[in-house]
C-alpha cells in the first residue's frame, strides 16, 4: 500500500506539505501542488479520507440544504456548488427543506450531526434568528438567496428587486401599460422582491398599480394554468404579463395556445430564470437571467474559503440581466 511518505519523497516535498496540497489549502505553492498530484498519479496514491479527517479534524464534506433536489434551478446550482467542491478533494452532501420548516430544521441537524465542515443554506421557512444560530454552531456558513444583516459578509443572492425592474420597464418602454404579474410563491422573499421591482417601474412610468392584475402562482408546475386562465378571464385588455420564472411562462404559453393566442403578437411574456429550455420554446422567451452557474461557483468559493480560512472576497450580490428574444412585441 502507498503510504503519505512515499509520494512526498517522490514529489521531493515534505509529508506536511502533501497533506496540506490534499486538503486544498491555499498556503501551498501552485508548483509544489503540481509535483504532488503528479506523484499521486504516478503512484496510484488514494488517500485514506477516514485517517485524513482525524488529522485535520475535518470531515471533508460540505453540507447543502436546498428548496428541492429537482428542477431548472437546484439542478445547476447544486452540479456546480459540487463541481468546485470536489476540486478541494471534499464531498457535498446535500438535502431539502421542500417548502417546510420542519424539514428544513431537520435537515440542518442531520447535517450538522454529519459533521460537515461547512454549509450552504437556502431556508425560505427559517428565521432570521434561526440562521444566525445556525451560522454560530457551524461558522463556515453562506446563506444563498437571503439577506441577514448580521450575516451580511456570509450571504450570497440575486438582485431579484433589480431582476423585476428591468423585466415590466422593458415592456413598458415598449408600449404596453396593462401589464400582469404572475408571482411565486409570496412566502419567498424572491417573489416579493421581485414584485417591488414591477411595482417599481410602473411607478416610473406612471401608471397605476392595480392589485387585480396580480395573480400568485408557483415557481414549480402546479396550479399555474388555473392561475392564468383566471388572470385572463378577469382582464381580457392585458397587453403583457411579468412571469416571476420561466415554469410560469410555459403555463402562459399552454394557456394561450388553447385559447388561440400568438405569443408576442396578441400578448406579450417576459420570463425570469433564463433556462435552458426559454431559448428553445417558440417564440423564444424574453427573460431575466439569474447568473446560477456564478452562484455556484460563488457558494463553494465561498464557503471553502471559511473553512480554510483562506482570503476571499465574497460577491454578495449578483446581478440579473435581461436576455431579450421574441416574446414581447412593440406597440404602437
Do not use: W
Not at 512526498?8 to 506539505?17: F, I
Not at 437571503?146 to 431579484?160: A, F, G, M, S, T
Not at 415557481?219 to 392561475?227: Q, T, V
Amino acid at each position: 500500500m502507498i503510504t503519505i511518505k512515499e509520494v512526498s519523497e517522490l514529489a521531493q516535498v515534505s509529508q506536511a506539505t502533501v497533506s496540506r496540497a490534499l486538503n486544498g489549502h491555499a498556503t501551498v505553492k501552485e508548483a509544489n501542488k503540481i509535483k504532488v498530484f503528479e506523484a499521486i498519479e504516478k503512484l496510484g496514491y488514494k488517500p485514506n479520507s477516514f485517517a485524513q479527517a482525524l488529522a485535520s479534524s475535518r470531515s471533508n464534506s460540505i453540507g447543502m440544504l436546498v428548496g428541492t433536489l429537482e428542477g431548472p434551478f437546484f439542478g445547476p446550482l447544486m452540479h456546480n456548488v459540487e463541481n468546485n467542491v470536489r476540486k478541494k478533494n471534499m464531498h457535498l452532501i446535500v438535502t431539502s427543506g421542500q417548502e417546510s420548516k420542519d424539514k428544513e430544521t431537520d435537515s440542518i441537524r442531520f447535517l450538522q450531526s454529519k459533521q460537515v465542515d461547512g454549509l450552504i443554506v437556502i431556508a425560505d421557512r427559517l428565521s432570521d434568528d434561526e440562521l444566525i444560530k445556525i451560522a454560530k454552531n457551524t461558522p463556515a456558513t453562506i446563506i444563498l438567496n437571503r439577506y441577514v444583516p448580521e450575516l451580511y459578509k456570509q450571504c450570497i443572492c440575486i438582485d431579484n428587486e433589480l431582476g423585476g425592474y428591468i423585466a415590466t420597464k422593458h415592456m413598458l418602454e415598449l408600449g404596453h401599460k396593462k401589464i400582469a404579474c404572475i408571482t411565486g410563491q409570496l412566502s419567498k422573499l424572491d417573489s416579493r422582491d421581485r414584485l417591488q421591482g414591477y411595482r417599481n417601474a410602473l411607478a416610473e412610468f406612471g401608471i397605476n398599480y392595480e392589485a387585480s392584475l396580480i395573480a400568485e402562482g408557483r415557481f414549480d408546475h402546479d396550479g399555474n394554468h388555473e392561475k392564468v386562465r383566471r388572470l385572463l378571464d378577469r382582464h381580457s385588455d392585458i397587453t403583457a404579463i411579468f412571469c416571476q420564472n420561466d415554469n410560469i411562462a410555459l403555463a402562459v404559453y399552454d394557456v394561450c395556445s388553447d385559447r388561440g393566442l400568438t405569443i408576442g403578437e396578441d400578448i406579450s411574456i417576459v420570463g425570469f430564470d433564463n433556462d435552458t429550455y426559454s431559448q428553445h420554446i417558440r417564440p423564444k422567451l424574453t427573460t431575466v437571467n439569474f447568473p446560477v452557474i456564478e452562484m455556484g461557483i460563488e457558494a463553494a468559493n465561498s464557503v471553502l474559503s471559511l473553512v480554510h480560512k483562506d482570503k476571499h472576497q465574497i460577491n454578495n450580490k449578483l446581478s440579473p440581466e435581461l436576455v431579450i428574444r421574441n416574446s414581447v412585441k412593440k406597440l404602437n
